[in-house]
C-alpha cells in the first residue's frame, strides 16, 4: 500500500531532549516536506527536500533540522525542543517538486513538550 | 512572507446545502490547492487549479482560480454529512526560483447545523 508513515504517533518529552521524528514513504517520491499545525495558525511548512541531498528552510525552520539522505527518508531532528515547539507535525511527499502534484500526508505526529 | 485569508473561519452546514468558502492574498499565485482535513488524518487533496480564470470540478465539488490570480473559490453543492472537516486553500511560495515552498490558509472549518 502506497503510503507516507511517521513515528512516533505521539511524543511526551522535556525541554532540552533531543528527538527524532522519522518519515518514510514507499513511492519513490523526489519530493518531501515537514509542516506544523497550530490551532488558528493552520499548516506551515518547516523544512521541504526537493530530491536527495537538497533541503530548503519553509516558513518556519528555527529550531529544526532535516536530512535526505536517501529517497525515502526525511527525518525531523529537534536538537533541543522548547515548548513552542509542541505542536502536531505532518510529512508529506509528491511525485515530483512542484505543489500541483499531489502531495500526500502522513497520519501525524502529536509531540508536547514540558 | 505571502499570506493566505480564508474566510469563513467556520460555518455549520446543513445536509442538501450548497457550501462556499474563499481564500484571498495580497500577492499573486501561479497555483491554487484545495485540501481537506479529516479529524485525526492528514491533509489530501481536491482540486489543483494551474491557469487563471480555470473552473474544475471534483465531484460536488467545484473551485476557481481568480482572474486577479489573488484569489480562488471553493464551492461544495448538496453537502452530506462527511464533507464536515477543515478545508485549506494553499499555494507555492517562490524563492530564488525554487517554487518547493508551500504556504497554507488557517483553513474553514465545516460543523453540521445542530
Known amino acids: 500500500e502506497a503510503q507516507v508513515t511517521q513515528n512516533p504517533r505521539y511524543l511526551i518529552t522535556v525541554t532540552g531532549k533531543k528527538l527524532t521524528v522519522t518519515c518514510s514513504q514507499n513511492m519513490n517520491h523526489e519530493y518531501m516536506s515537514w509542516y506544523r499545525q497550530d490551532p488558528g495558525l493552520g499548516l506551515r511548512q518547516i523544512y521541504y527536500?526537493?530530491?536527495?541531498?537538497?533541503?530548503d528552510k519553509g516558513d518556519v525552520p528555527e529550531g529544526y533540522k532535516v536530512s535526505r539522505k536517501e529517497k525515502r527518508n526525511f527525518p525531523l531532528i529537534l536538537e533541543s525542543p522548547s515548548p513552542n515547539q509542541t505542536s502536531l507535525y505532518f510529512c508529506?511527499?509528491?511525485?515530483?517538486?512542484?505543489?500541483?502534484?499531489?502531495?500526500?500526508f502522513g497520519p501525524g505526529t502529536r509531540l508536547t513538550v514540558l | 512572507g505571502q499570506q493566505l485569508n480564508q474566510s469563513p473561519q467556520s460555518m455549520f452546514i446543513r445536509e442538501g446545502e450548497d457550501v462556499s468558502m474563499n481564500c484571498t492574498s495580497s500577492?499573486?499565485?501561479?497555483?491554487w490547492l484545495w485540501y481537506k482535513q479529516d479529524p485525526g488524518e492528514g491533509p489530501v487533496l481536491l482540486i489543483a487549479l494551474y491557469k487563471a480564470g480555470e473552473l474544475t470540478s471534483n465531484g460536488r465539488l467545484t473551485a476557481q482560480f481568480g482572474i486577479t490570480r489573488k484569489d480562488s473559490f471553493l464551492n461544495i453543492s448538496a453537502s452530506i454529512p462527511s464533507d464536515v472537516g477543515i478545508y485549506f486553500c494553499?499555494?507555492?511560495?517562490?524563492?530564488?526560483?525554487?517554487?518547493?515552498?508551500?504556504?497554507f490558509g488557517k483553513g474553514t472549518k465545516l460543523s453540521v447545523k445542530p
Open positions: 508529506a511527499s509528491s511525485l515530483v517538486a512542484g505543489p500541483g502534484n499531489t502531495q500526500y
Open positions: 527536500s526537493m530530491n536527495v541531498e537538497v533541503t
Open positions: 494553499a499555494g507555492p511560495q517562490w524563492y530564488g526560483g525554487s517554487q518547493g515552498n508551500l504556504i
Open positions: 500577492s499573486i499565485f501561479n497555483t
